[in-house]
């Protein structure tokens, strides 16, 4: 297993925001990085291994059925990540893993009540994590900011599947 960002100081984000002040891709790896150093942090606090377990948790509390697969891809990980992740919340009670009727080979992972009371905690130290890495943004930017990273997220297809 990795070692935990945790302890990683800024001046590696800083450089690069110094070094590329307006290359976008290197300035949202950046602020990336820097976010998920306080959110790894929180979660640390929280019980959970770092800000990968609380993701994984946030994304089966939306009640979809996903599959493994599916879920190492909303949650952008490989399927190994992803097994270690579930493995470690499962052994903590806060995930369960079902068969798929369909196809028995296939796993669905889903959150248990315990999962959800985790999750929910958290919410309030991702909150103050959030706001430490924006700590100095105004208010505006901050809704600026969550608008654009919407509308990159979502890709160009969806301009074009609302637009039709």
Known sequence: MGVLRT????????AMCTAFPKDL?????AAVNQVTIY???????????DARDWLVLAVLDDGQQLTQLELSRVVCV?????ITVLDRLEKQGLVVRTVDPSDRR???PQITDKGREVYA?????????????LDGVSAADRELLLDVLATIARGPEADVATSS
């Open 7 to 14: 302890d990683q100081p800024a001046a590696g984000p800083m």
């Open 25 to 29: 891709t290197l300035l949202l790896h």
């Open 39 to 49: 959110l790894d942090r929180a979660a640390v606090d929280m019980g959970l291994n």
């Open 78 to 82: 490989d399927k190994t990540t992803l």
């Open 106 to 108: 296939v796993r669905i």
């Open 121 to 133: 905690t958290f919410a309030a130290a991702r909150d103050a994590a959030e706001a430490r890495a």
